[in-house]
């Protein structure tokens, strides 16, 4: 199986929630980012499964409570 690696993230942009209706199965994440360095101007855009999505997000939360990194959560750029 071959892995192919999408363009590095600069900055998460933002994310919009993709689909209709009440079953979170049919739902999707679209993902949008700024590449870094000299790629700050270009956009990239990815899209998920809300659940896969959702499922991220917990695999997130697991890996800053355990790393001991709550503190940072906050948005880009927040003062501290």
Do not use: C, F
Request: hydrophobic share 35%.
């Amino acid at each position: 199986m071959t892995v192919k690696t999408l363009p590095q993230v600069g900055r998460i942009e933002g994310v919009s929630l993709l689909g209709q209706g009440s079953d979170p199965s049919r739902l999707k994440v679209e993902l949008q980012y700024t590449g870094p360095g000299p790629d700050a101007g270009t956009w990239y855009s990815t899209t998920m499964p809300l659940l896969d999505a959702l499922y991220l997000l917990n695999l997130l939360e697991a890996l800053s409570q355990q790393g001991g990194l709550d503190h940072l959560r906050r948005p880009p750029g927040a003062a501290q």
